[in-house]
């Protein structure tokens, strides 16, 4: 059914390209560099030898507190173009850090391979490529965000219809996709190694004040560590399908999109300020509109119900089998920190939160 068109000035129509997002791989970045300019080679020696040198204790033993201002400088002013802030985030570990062993082959993990590898060893690459992997299954969904507003904006029910239906298939694609975390990444090392890297200094009871970063500024700053809250991917499905989170919860995802791409915020904030998909559904009185919609948010529930067992597998029954095994003179993670997300937020609280609001969201017919 096409609805008769009004005699209003159409927005233009929402492209993958203005936000520098690819139509084959999505948020991921295509064919990212495996090795910078000459001139970095120092940088680069040091990164591919970095969880040696950790394992080692060769790197600077006071970096838990200060960043070298060799490092902070160019750290900051690189962070500074890119529009992020200087910290490990989601796009520098998964969207800039994958290769294809064969580029003849399929996109599976195992032609897949990291660019730069961090303590964890072969449960960090694991992790790594699996959420590289999600990002990839997304792609039919991030299509379906621009398709979908497109075609409310120009009132073809049946192409909303079909953007709803392939979003639906790409969300069940990431609950299968996520799956494969348990065949390659090992708990007690995501707990006791992957996580503590990558918690950042923000909300990190380890380092209450911050780091200082040597020749930027006295005080310390905080930033928080990479998390799947980074990830644009659920962003832009929430922002699509009207989704409203608790005010805790919804300041901590707002917070997040601060460490992302700029151009992928962009891309989110675009699609919230597109006309509502949930008005526009209501309006239109077409049931099969609205039971897709809520098919919609059906699977993006279960996928959050998916990602809250494997949290409890990787960090909540992790930590009671750390803290049972661990010998008291031995230390471990900070005690604070055991049932913290790598981004500072308490996670089972965090997950079911974000899991309810999304079957909040589901439409009746009377609304």
Same mark, same amino acid.
């Given at each position: ?24 791989y ?22 591919? %030898? ?5 394992? !080692?204790?060769? @790197?600077?033993?006071? &970096? =838990?507190?200060? +960043?070298? /201002? *060799? ?33 003849e082959?399929?996109?599976?993990i ?16 694991g ?7 999600? %990002? ?5 969904? !991030?299509?379906? @965000?621009?398709?979908? &507003? =497109?075609?409310? +904006?120009? /009132? *073809? ?18 609950t ?13 090392i ?84 597109a ?80 899991r ?12």
């Open positions: 059914m096409e609805l008769p068109s009004q005699n209003l000035k159409t927005p233009p129509l929402l492209t993958l390209g203005r936000f520098h997002i690819s139509e084959d999505g948020f991921l970045l295509p064919n990212p560099l495996k090795e910078l300019p000459d001139h970095y080679r120092p940088w680069m020696e040091i990164v591919k %030898e970095l969880p040696h040198l950790i394992e !080692i204790h060769q @790197l600077r033993t006071q &970096v =838990n507190k200060v +960043l070298p /201002r *060799s490092l902070a400088l160019p750290f900051v002013e690189v962070s500074r173009q890119l529009g992020l802030p200087p910290i490990l985030v989601h796009s520098d570990l998964v969207l800039t850090n994958w290769m294809t062993r064969n580029p082959r399929t996109l599976d195992s032609n897949l391979d990291t660019i730069m590898l961090f303590p964890g060893g072969e449960s960090l690459r992790f790594i490529l699996v959420t590289v992997l999600v %990002e990839k299954v997304a792609v039919p969904g !991030i299509k379906a @965000l621009a398709q979908g &507003v =497109n075609s409310i +904006l120009q /009132r *073809s029910q049946n192409s909303l219809l079909q953007a709803l239906q392939q979003l639906r298939l790409s969300i069940q694609d990431i299968r996709t996520l799956g494969q975390m348990h065949d390659y990444v090992d708990p007690d995501f707990y006791a190694v992957i996580r503590i890297f990558l918690s950042g200094w923000k909300d990190n009871p380890a380092l209450p004040a911050g780091l200082i970063y040597e020749g930027v500024s006295g005080e310390p700053l905080k930033y928080s560590g990479g998390s799947a809250a980074q990830s644009s991917v659920l962003h832009a499905f929430d922002a699509f399908l009207g989704v409203r989170h608790s005010k805790g919860s919804a300041e901590f995802l707002h917070r997040m999109r601060d460490y992302m791409p700029p151009s992928h915020k962009a891309f989110i904030e675009e699609i919230h300020l006309p509502s998909l949930r008005d526009h559904i209501l309006a239109s009185g077409d049931g099969q509109l609205l039971a897709a919609y809520n098919q919609c948010l059906e699977a993006l529930a279960e996928l959050r119900s998916y990602h809250l067992t494997v949290v409890t597998k990787y960090i909540v029954t992790a930590a009671a089998k750390a803290k049972g095994k661990r010998p008291s003179h031995l230390p471990g993670p900070p005690r604070a920190l055991e049932g913290t997300g790598t981004g500072g937020t308490m996670v089972l609280s965090f997950l079911k939160s974000v309810d609001k999304t079957l909040e969201a589901v439409l009746h017919q009377s609304d």
